[in-house]
DNA sequence: CTGTTAGCGCCTTCAT
DNA sequence: ATGAAGGCGCTAACAG
């Protein structure tokens, strides 16, 4: 059985009450003598404070829970780091919690282990929430704030980039180097996200006086996989001469069936990728990229959900950063 | 302010000792009746259980804390779900705390924020614990096991892959494939994972009749940069024919210097990285790998802290899988 | 089957 | 400056 404030209480001869307060450091509620009379018995005891039982009475905590929607999205870590950095400015502590992959009864389990205990506030990264579990959340009264995904519905609170943006950005870039046909890889086809996504891509073919063939789009989930299939959807004779590829990973997807295609990258194909993680460092041609700035999403998303007045949306800045995966055309 | 058990047993006109009977469903403690007016009556005000409070007097958690080293460690991921999949088999739930890279501080941190609050407990994934940081978990009275990590001394309780086998099995493997000038990148200097592989590579060689040069090895952290320096200081014309990576990571490192070097992965030099994370497939050519079972790292770690008994140390299995970076050499 | 009682470990007035 | 007392939300006997 672990020490309490009661046994040290009797160890050093005072009442519980002021063992509390020396031990929270309430300074100059308590003489010198006393102070070090508790710090010795606490310390001789081994004494570990019981936060569960503190945080009862005080109704408030100092922890912040992060639900990662699944354990293979490789931004998480950049967001996560953010998150630890501005939560430890703020002494806070944080905990992570995997919400599986999109399954409504994992979220649920995640979501209630934390609701159901004291912490401070709820950060979810791009954990798109099943429309069942939004209300235990709103009803828990709880702070909380999405990162890295956003929505059509005004109300809920997120941080991400500007998804037209990206989209347009990325295809401005690739126009920009003189490409007309330009792929979409791997963007999912239902969600703000992926729409939003293609609307600033339309948007940029459309000024600069392309109609994008609907094959040009390859729907997909984001995923490696994603990436591959759609390459082998493009063919060996692919349409068009540059890919914007939906995440890193399904750009790297879109990479490698290019080699198995027999088509070398950038020479007879370009690539973008989205997000800008380790990832486009890792392969070769390493990966331009259109950045997201995660860790910012990550610091944003503690400061948002510390200030109590609500700035329901934000947006982070993204940067598109040049690497070796795109060639720059002369002429048609 | 949230509703309480006394909230509810009011509305249902009943004790708050009946409202925690049917919200804990102590099935047949109850009539039927009550237990719907109470269901009713907890629905309406949209009641959530304060699990804090009833862990606090139940003196028991059924939340299991998971501590990764570092937020990079890409595999913590396989490990993880392992974790998570054999919690839920025992309806357990998983908490994953950072604990920075290394830093004793960000580790007291972390250790104390778990052993503050009722966790039933504790995994750690590849902490190398400051040695002033393992008296408090073991201060704490709460299980631990430290996964994907070994060590000198016998009585901390840890699940990895036997690394001796590692080093030896890596070695023999190039050997197999007719190389015998054979380098190890990126290992650590100083701690038993690293000493282990070596005394396993060099039992190898030492089997095959051939003596290790000391500049095959090239000390590092595991890391990408390890990689990469490991391979700068081999040259451009390098005294090895084959190369075992610590990591992934680190193999991907010697992989693209190489390349900035202008030797061709497997023509000029082969590879073979240790760990066999989705990161081998990534890259190309695809690393060949002498992989670990971090899933079953996980899974182990829950049934040890679970089971009351100590079974110390557990090794879990390793196998070589071939991919595509290794030249089978005819002769020298 | 259900109400009552007594805490879990801690903090916080309120006296002294 | 310190002790005593009350209670956070919940569960676990113990009566009835």
Redesign the interface.
């Known amino acids: 059985m672990?020490a309490t404030i009661k046994d040290i209480a009797k160890l050093a001869g005072v009442s519980p009450g002021t063992v509390s307060r020396v031990l929270a450091n309430k300074t100059a509620f308590f003489s010198q003598q006393t102070g070090e009379k508790v710090q010795a018995a606490a310390a001789k005891l081994?004494y570990?404070?019981?936060?569960?039982?503190a945080?009862?009475v005080t109704r408030q905590s100092n922890?912040i829970a992060a639900i990662v929607n699944s354990?293979?999205t490789n931004f998480a870590?950049p967001i996560?780091?953010g998150i630890?950095a501005e939560a430890?400015r703020r002494d806070l502590?944080?905990?992570?919690?995997?919400a599986g992959d999109g399954d409504p009864e994992q979220q649920r389990?995640a979501l209630t282990?934390v609701?159901?205990?004291?912490v401070r506030s709820i950060l979810l990264l791009s954990v798109d929430l099943a429309a069942e579990n939004l209300p235990l959340l709103q009803?828990?009264?709880i702070p909380f704030c999405f990162l890295s995904i956003s929505f059509d519905d005004v109300r809920v609170p997120y941080i991400t980039s500007d998804d037209w943006q990206v989209g347009y950005q990325a295809t401005r870039t690739l126009l920009a180097a003189g490409h007309r046909r330009i792929g979409f890889a791997g963007v999912d086809r239902d969600f703000h996200t992926g729409r939003q996504r293609l609307a600033g891509y339309r948007r940029a073919l459309q000024e600069a006086g392309v109609s994008p063939q609907p094959e040009w789009i390859q729907f997909g989930n984001y995923s490696?996989t994603a990436g591959q299939a759609a390459m082998q959807a493009y063919g060996a004779q692919p349409d068009v001469t540059a890919i914007i590829g939906a995440s890193d990973l399904a750009t790297?997807g879109v990479l490698?069936q290019a080699?198995s295609l027999g088509l070398q990258v950038p020479a007879d194909l370009s690539l973008l990728a989205i997000d800008g993680t380790?990832?486009c460092e890792?392969?070769?041609p390493a990966l331009s990229s259109v950045s997201q700035n995660f860790y910012d999403m990550g610091v944003a998303g503690v400061q948002q959900v510390s200030a109590g007045n609500a700035i329901p949306q934000k947006i982070t800045p993204i940067k598109v950063v040049p690497r070796a995966s795109i060639r720059r055309l002369v002429s048609e």
Request: no cysteine; net charge positive; proline share 2%.
């Open positions: 672990a081994g570990q404070k019981n936060t569960a039982a945080e009862l922890v354990t293979k870590s996560i780091e630890q430890h502590d944080v905990i992570i919690l995997y389990r282990t609701i159901e205990r004291p009803r828990s009264r490696y790297v490698n080699r380790d990832i890792l392969v070769r």
